[in-house]
């Protein structure tokens, strides 16, 4: 079974703080996502990267940053948190294949608050 | 981008009872693959079922199966003989056959009633 993991459920951090949040698979997966879940408005991609030091930006990348290092890290970076950051914060990844009907694997997720 | 639209914000439904959950979707692509999953509160989204656009024959995984009307762009969920464990949120996702990016609708809320 594929294996995503975040590095903490919740997380707490005060205004202006820069927040790094993780997120590791152990499939050997090209493609990984960062998500945001907000009540009503389901899953808004924020960014994603298709291979080590790619990256594209989602729907909504403003105030957010990545960085894929290796293969199977994959970073989001809140580069100064504000409140409207408050979130759930969802990490996937998937096996590359494009004409394939391979879907992404989730991670448990991170509730973020920011006070 | 691609539109998903769930227009179920909330469902219920009496356990061993089938309910459907509606998703429709917005492309101008003939290729590309529609996705269901499952978020339980506070667990894992994990894939429920999935459906390539070329096929015709719809889907289906034990008890929950797919409506795929590809010219009405609709892919609805049903789930029979509804659990106890099946209250969840419900995502419908797209993605076309040439993109990595998948498209994801806002989620519909199934409460199971015993």
């Known amino acids: 079974d594929v294996k995503v993991t975040q590095s903490s459920r919740y997380l707490v951090k005060r205004t202006g703080e820069k927040v790094f949040l993780e997120c590791v698979q152990d499939?050997?997966?090209?493609?990984m996502f960062w998500y945001r879940q907000d009540p009503g408005l389901g899953l808004r991609l924020i960014y994603f990267?298709?291979?080590?030091?790619?990256?594209e930006k989602g729907d909504i990348p403003e105030g957010y940053s990545v960085s894929r290092e290796k293969k199977e890290r994959f970073s989001l970076i809140l580069e100064s948190a504000s409140t409207n950051q408050t979130s759930m914060y969802l990490c996937?990844?998937?096996?590359?294949?494009?004409?394939?009907?391979?879907?992404?694997?989730f991670g448990d997720g991170t509730r973020l608050s920011i006070l | 981008a691609q539109t998903v639209t769930q227009s179920q914000p909330e469902m219920s439904v009496q356990e061993a009872e089938t309910v459907t959950l509606s998703c429709t979707y917005d492309?101008?692509?003939?290729?590309?693959?529609l996705f269901w999953y499952k978020q339980p509160p506070s667990r894992q989204m994990i894939l429920v079922i999935r459906?390539?656009?070329?096929?015709?024959q719809n889907a289906t995984e034990n008890r929950f199966s797919v409506n795929f009307q590809k010219a009405a762009k609709s892919f609805s969920l049903k789930i029979s003989d509804s659990q106890l464990g099946d209250a969840a949120m419900y995502f419908c996702?797209?993605?076309?056959?040439?993109?990595?990016?998948?498209?994801f609708g806002t989620g519909t809320s199934l409460t199971v009633i015993p």
């Open positions: 996937a990844s998937r096996y590359q294949g494009l004409h394939s009907n391979q879907p992404q694997h």
């Open positions: 499939m050997d997966h090209e493609n």
């Open positions: 990267s298709y291979d080590v030091k790619m990256k």
């Open positions: 492309t101008s692509e003939s290729d590309y693959y």
């Open positions: 459906q390539e656009a070329y096929k015709q």
């Open positions: 996702a797209y993605r076309s056959e040439t993109g990595n990016q998948f498209y």
